[in-house]
């Protein structure tokens, strides 16, 4: 995907934050960009800012955690467009609480936003890209809660299975001509520690609160701040589109936790190390 201009481009909690980022990078390389959000009023403000640049986007409403209205999203995408070579799966919400606190409607909240919506994005988008065999590519945004399980534990868990997912198919998806990269941000200036303004209405009343004090409460305001004093969107969406243009399969924000993953690379070979010496029973 070196050329991007005139390219058709798919992205996902588009509204706001690094979907709103990647966007603006996408449309002003020359691509044209549909949006899709389940915030129809930021998705409006999103759209008319974008277009004041002059450039080839739209938008379409949909809630990712239902396959339903992600396949309506591809198909009105397919009716404006014609054609779809590149699939941002960006959409996430910051999740349910941790041990103690968590409940059916939160991990279906999170599993369906940030896990479901990326299977079914490619479900459904890889077969469009493949038709026209033009060639493009799949970005999904998973999170350096991918590699480190360092946040809440429904937010982890679907983070590592958007890296399990990217990791595996890319060689499945390689001699079918869609390069497979996925996104691992750190802190990045967006809304996600506001979630739950667009918590979907079947769960309202049944997600808890998140605890106002304790570790949890903790993790939250270090988060809060670190968030405020986050990466530029923009700034990430154009790190999207070299991953793009250059088939990256990791791509990242900062370094900030490089160190922290290696120290888990580390204490997983001491895990071999423990038995090296030992013949397995078999
Ligand atoms: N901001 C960070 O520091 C950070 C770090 C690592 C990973 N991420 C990931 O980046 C992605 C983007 O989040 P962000 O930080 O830009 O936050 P954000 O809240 O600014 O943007 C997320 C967008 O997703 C949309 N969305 C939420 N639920 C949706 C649903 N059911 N259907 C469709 N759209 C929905 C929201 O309306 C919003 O526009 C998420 O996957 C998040 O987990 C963010």
Redesign the pocket.
Known sequence: MKDLAGKTAFV?????????GVARALAQAGAKVML????EA?LKTALEGLRRTNVDVDSVK????LKAELQAAADATIARYGKVHILVN?????GGGDYGQWTDASWNWTL???LM?VIWGIEIFGPLIEKHGEGGQIVS?????GLLAAATAS?NVT?YGVVALSEGLRASLAPRGIGVSVL?????????M??R??L?LRFSGAVESLPTEGPVAEFVSAAVS??AN?VD?LYVGELVREGIENDWPYIFTDTEFEPAIEARFAAIKQGFDRIRARKPRR
Do not use: H, M
């Not at 945004?141 to 809660?145: D, K, L, Y």
């Open positions: 996902t909690g588009a509204a706001s934050g690094i979907g709103l899709c959000d389940i915030e930021a949909a809630d990712v955690s960006n959409a996430g919400v910051g369906g936003v940030n919506s945004t998973a999170s350096i809660a937010y983070k691992c941000p750190g802190f990045v200036r967006t809304q996600i506001n979630s303004r667009n979907p670190a968030v986050g969107p």
